[in-house]
């Protein structure tokens, strides 16, 4: 099985992805993440750490050639969910020529409608955990004590703003891209993560099955 989640900064790809991964027994490969730990790691260019920071998007290559090396590891290859790749029809284009590579395919592209009003007031409140990469809304879902918590440089509200933007900009291609392939199924992604994670779940054509 392998899923795309598309949507805009705040609208819980993270949040969802563990969700659904958990239910599916796949990996969550999360470009974000990815050039999260490489920032930590001190491995990330300073030119692409700078972008990340002030909420632009990095070069497709950069960003692909992650996706290769990733989806190439052994616990793939019984499918795998990707969060914030693809996001331009580039790096589509390029996910597709991997896939028939391999021999598979997408399966469904998940795209979570939430309005902007909401998306700032989430990610101005979103907490990470450190150590588990649990994510919390300081607000919707507290944080245990004791969590070691991590506030996003781009989640500072002039980031956000440009990342909702770039957002826009960047589905106005994209989404008719896979509309036109037959495989964009929208949800609405207002309401608890769990009654989201049930629409995905219908969306799939898989109604109340994983776990509940
Ligand atoms: P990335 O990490 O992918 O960030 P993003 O797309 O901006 O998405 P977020 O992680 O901000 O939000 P989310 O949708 O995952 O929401 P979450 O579940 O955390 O990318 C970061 C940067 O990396 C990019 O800006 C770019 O620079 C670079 N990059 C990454 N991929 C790239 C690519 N392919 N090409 C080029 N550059 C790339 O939820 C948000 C908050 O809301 C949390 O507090 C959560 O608790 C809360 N919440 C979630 N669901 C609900 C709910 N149902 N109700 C109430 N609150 C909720």
Do not use: W
Not at 76 to 98: I, K, S
Not at 111 to 135: A, F, N
Not at 151 to 157: L, V, W
Request: aromatic share 4%; charged share 25%.
């Amino acid at each position: 099985m392998i899923l795309v989640l598309v949507g805009p900064p705040g609208a819980g790809k993270g949040t969802q992805a563990k969700l659904l991964c958990a239910r599916f027994g796949i990996p969550q490969i999360s470009t974000g993440d990815m050039l999260r730990e490489a920032k930590r790691s001190g491995t990330l260019e300073k030119r692409y750490l700078d972008i990340m920071d002030s909420g632009g998007l990095l070069p497709d290559e950069a960003v692909i050639g992650l996706i290769d090396r990733r989806t190439a590891e052994p616990d793939c290859r019984g499918g795998f969910l990707l969060d914030g790749f693809p996001r331009t029809v580039p790096q589509a284009d390029a996910l597709d020529a991997l896939l028939v590579g391999q021999g598979s395919g997408i399966e469904a592209v998940i795209q979570l409608d939430v309005p902007r009003s909401l998306l700032e007031e989430r990610l101005i409140h979103r907490r990470t955990d450190k150590r588990s990469g649990q994510i919390y809304h300081l607000v919707y879902n507290p944080p245990p004590p004791g969590a070691e918590l991590e506030h996003r440089a781009d989640d500072r509200p002039e980031a956000v703003g440009k990342r909702l933007d770039a957002y826009e900009a960047m589905t106005a291609a994209l989404l008719p891209f896979y509309e036109q392939k037959g495989l964009l199924r929208r949800v609405d992604g207002v309401g608890t993560p769990e009654e989201v994670t049930q629409r995905v779940m219908s969306a799939l054509g898989r109604p109340g099955s994983g776990g509940e």
